[in-house]
Every structure is written in structure tokens, then in C-alpha cells.
Nanobody
Framework: QVQLVESGGGLVQAGGSVRLSCAAS????????VGWFRQAPEKERAFVAA????????NYADSVKARFIISRDNAKNTVYLQMNSLKPEDTAVYYC???????????????????WGQGTQVTVSS
């Protein structure tokens, strides 16, 4: 069992940066692939970024490539999402998710994840 808690959200101006954290409890977290998803009002949950449990493989949605960076520190049981050059359309509740996986695997589908956090709100003002 893995429990996930997101933090770091808030209000930021367009062009600014925010770093989200996903802190995990549970001994198996270091062998989990982790993803970030977001859900804007009246929209479906969408993939943002993912990282393999080794940290060597990553995947990004086209809309955030070159702006967001996902990373992890398995010693701290934490995954980060560094969000740069933020735009108003990045406004959403951001969720992290985890699932047991092989060292190089990354997943982009929400249905592929077993564990979910409660989400953290990011609001980008224009």
C-alpha cells in the first residue's frame, strides 16, 4: 500500500514557476512508476508527466514539454514537478499517482495507476 500527499500548489502569475511535491509513504514506493495528472474545471483528468521508478525515464504531455520537469528522490520517497513559464491554461488541480512497475516503465494513462493523492490546486493568473 502506498499513500500519496501532494503539496506546493498555490496562486502564481503567468510566466512564474512552482514546484509541486508528492510525498509517499509505504515501503514499495521506490519500485513504483509515478505520474502527474491535472484536472481543470469541467474538463477530464489529463496526463502531465511521468517518471520511472529508477528516475531514468520520463514522459511529458506535449503541452508541458520544455516547461515542466519531473524528478524523484527515492531516498526521500518524493517526486517533484517543477513547473516553469506557467500559463493560465495550466490552472488545474494537480494529482500524483503511483503504481508498481519495472525500472524503465512510464505510464501516461490514468487507468494504469493504482494509488492516487488528493490533489493540490495550482492557479495561474494572467
Amino acid at each position: 500500500q502506498v499513500q500519496l500527499v501532494e503539496s506546493g500548489g498555490g496562486l502564481v502569475q503567468a510566466g512564474g514557476s512552482v514546484r509541486l511535491s508528492c510525498a509517499a509513504s509505504g515501503r514499495s514506493f521506490s519500485s513504483c512508476a509515478v505520474g502527474w495528472f491535472r484536472q481543470a474545471p469541467e474538463k477530464e483528468r489529463a496526463f502531465v508527466a511521468a517518471v520511472s521508478w529508477s528516475g531514468r525515464n520520463t514522459n511529458y504531455a506535449d503541452s508541458v514539454k520544455a516547461r515542466f520537469i519531473i524528478s524523484r528522490d527515492n531516498a526521500k520517497n518524493t517526486v517533484y514537478l517543477q513547473m516553469n513559464s506557467l500559463k493560465p491554461e495550466d490552472t488545474a488541480v494537480y494529482y500524483c499517482a503511483a503504481t508498481p512497475a519495472r525500472s524503465t516503465t512510464v505510464f501516461a494513462g490514468s487507468g494504469q495507476y493504482t494509488y492516487w493523492g488528493q490533489g493540490t490546486q495550482v492557479t495561474v493568473s494572467s
